[in-house]
């Protein structure tokens, strides 16, 4: 089993910044993706961003936030996070961390895509 634990919500202005982590931790060698969804109030879960495990590490955005957030790993593969920039009021959202354990381009964006996800962080951007 994967354990994923997210920390960094909070309330911020629009135009600010945050940076979301996620700890990683179990049977780490099992992970080979991770990614940031976001659930806004009465909408579906959505993608955010994803970083896949290879030689040279794949990265995807949500066309929504390409330009603005930004997905890294540490080395070990423990820790995940979610840099925002220039964050707006429609960035409003409960950010879940989630880990899966292949990677398909057809539905990496996806929620059945993974197999472990975390509790969920509030982010509040106000006006």
């Known amino acids: 089993q994967v354990q994923l634990v997210e920390s960094g919500g909070g309330l911020v202005q629009a135009g600010g910044s945050m940076k979301l982590s996620c700890v990683v931790s179990?049977?780490?060698?099992?992970?080979?993706?991770r990614a940031w969804f976001r659930q806004a109030p009465g909408m579906e879960r959505e993608f955010v961003a994803i970083?896949?495990?290879?030689?040279?590490?794949?990265?995807k955005y949500a066309e929504s936030v390409e330009g603005r957030f930004t997905i890294s790993v540490d080395n070990a593969g423990n820790m995940v996070y979610l840099q925002m920039n220039n964050l707006n009021l429609e960035d409003t959202a409960v950010y879940y961390c989630?880990?899966?354990?292949?990677?398909?381009?057809?539905?990496?964006?996806?929620?059945?895509?993974?197999?472990?996800w975390g509790q969920g962080t509030q982010v509040t951007v106000s006006s």
């Open positions: 970083h896949v495990d290879s030689g040279t590490p794949q990265i």
């Open positions: 179990g049977r780490t060698e099992d992970v080979y993706t």
């Open positions: 989630a880990a899966g354990t292949y990677f398909a381009v057809l539905d990496y964006y996806l929620t059945t895509h993974y197999a472990f």
